[in-house]
């Protein structure tokens, strides 16, 4: 389901539209990966392709037909007969007293000549009637192979879909941590009035004002640090889903409300069973032992009818004909070479199997891991949620001290480092935890 939601027409992500509003939300990030990315265009081609192959197979079910011609045209006939070629002498002599009379005279030659030259042409049509289920096989074959790339491609659209989120997140994540230096600079440029107030009054030394001064330029750097960072990017997102960059795109989404990952816990066992990998591995068994069949097919009789459509004039005539036939072909010399490759097959199949099993358990492995991961990603989340509210308090607290001359300048923009490492952490904890859960809900298919 996650991922039929992201595949729709691109005339619903109208791109002229997006690039002139500048606006990218995080759906029409994704849709328009899907719909620009080669490997996605690819993929599809892959289909097609696979489509393709089983609409060749299923023209095995109907009748071959070939077409022939044939002409030739020599200098001399290839078959002649004369009344010298008579053995029964006395028949030849009568014959040759007859035609010394009057052949000459009517210009008749005293011999007979065929197949000077002529033409031959025929249409031969076979239907196939048993081939040994290979016929049969190999559209089930066929099927497996558009399965296959179906799979496939939904495997290419998890990977594209996940990249994306992952860059449109990691963008955010520095959006907000420029808000959060942008904080602090306020912060700051209050502080430096209040100081500089002192400072006249000669409450403080110049030091404290060179310390804020020398923090409001370390804030500042930092800003332009992660400017240029949001700028580089954006321009890898705009790669990633196919349009030209511009340094007025907007990121619309925010971040939601971090909920408990268990409420999308899904069995291990059952994720496994209902990923694309899973099948993929499935289908290579099917696969291994419908090519046995293929092969067993080959040791079997073959029996087919059709007909021949014959047209010549090879003897001064037009001649034509047409001939019904019935066929049958035992390949009893194969069967030694078959029986071993049967048993190669066999093999084949068996190790398919292992992998199958193989894989599956690891695939559960790393369905747990994903899980792992999401559940500590929550559960720091939630450290550091505590961790901004205690430094929120202790920068209070360190404002109204300072204001008291309970403690000194360093105190207070330590408090104010440490509240703004805890907004910092806070992000990087929810951007994570987002990106661990859209990994865990596609694996397990949400």
């Known amino acids: 389901m996650f991922l ?18 500048q606006e990218l939300s995080l759906d029409s990030c994704l849709r328009l990966a899907v ?9 599809n081609l892959a289909i097609k392709e696979a489509e393709q192959t089983k609409k060749a197979v299923v023209a095995k079910y109907f009748p071959s037909v070939s077409a022939s011609a044939q002409a030739f045209h020599s200098n001399k006939p290839y078959i002649e007969y004369g009344i010298e070629d008579i053995k029964n002498t006395g028949v030849r002599d009568v014959l040759r007293t007859i035609y010394n009379d009057i052949g000459p005279a009517l210009g008749i030659d005293d ?13 031969v049509a076979m239907q196939p009637i048993y081939a040994g289920g290979r016929i049969v096989t190999g559209n089930k074959l066929a099927n497996l192979g558009i399965e296959a790339s179906t799979y496939q491609k939904q495997i290419a659209e998890r990977d594209l879909l996940l990249n994306t989120e992952e860059l449109y997140w990691q963008t955010k994540m520095l959006e907000e941590k420029l808000k959060t230096v942008n904080t602090v600079l306020v912060l700051l440029d209050n502080l430096e009035k209040d100081v500089r107030v002192a400072l006249q009054a000669g409450l403080i030394t110049p030091n404290d004002g060179l310390k804020v001064k020398l923090k409001i330029n370390e804030m500042n750097s930092n800003a332009i640090k992660i400017e240029n960072g949001i700028r580089l990017s954006k321009r890898a997102l705009c790669q990633q889903i196919g349009i030209q960059y511009s340094d007025d795109i907007c990121l619309t989404d925010t971040i939601s409300e971090i909920t408990s990952p268990w409420e999308y816990r899904v069995e291990n066992s059952v994720a496994v069973q209902n990923r694309s990998e899973s099948k993929l591995l499935e289908l290579n068994v099917k696969a291994s032992r419908l090519q046995k069949r293929m092969i067993l097919g080959e040791s079997l009789p073959q029996i087919g009818f059709g007909g021949v459509y014959t047209y010549n004039n090879l003897l001064e005539k037009d001649r034509t004909n047409l001939t019904g036939f019935a066929a049958i072909q035992v390949p009893i010399s194969s069967w030694w070479e078959n029986a071993h490759n049967i048993k190669k097959q066999n093999y084949k199949i068996e190790e398919a199997e292992n992998m199958q099993s193989d894989l599956t ?12 991961e999401l559940d500590a990603a929550y559960r720091s989340y939630l450290l550091a949620e505590q961790a ?12 109204q001290y300072y ?5 000194p300048l360093s105190d207070l923009l330590e408090a104010q480092t440490l509240y703004r490492n805890a907004l910092d952490t806070r992000i990087e904890q929810s951007i994570t935890y987002l990106i661990c859960l859209r990994h865990y809900k596609q694996i397990t298919v949400q």
């Open 4 to 21: 039929k939601k992201y595949i729709l027409l691109l005339s619903s992500i109208a791109l002229p539209m997006v690039v002139l509003s």
């Open 35 to 43: 719909v620009n990315n080669v490997d996605i265009k690819n993929a």
């Open 111 to 123: 011999h007979l000549g065929f197949l000077e030259k002529g033409l031959v042409t025929g249409v």
């Open 361 to 372: 358990a690891k695939l559960e492995l790393q369905t747990q891991k994903i899980w792992d």
């Open 388 to 399: 901004v509210e205690d430094a929120s308090s202790n920068l209070r607290l360190s404002s």
């Open 403 to 407: 204001k008291a001359g309970l403690i």
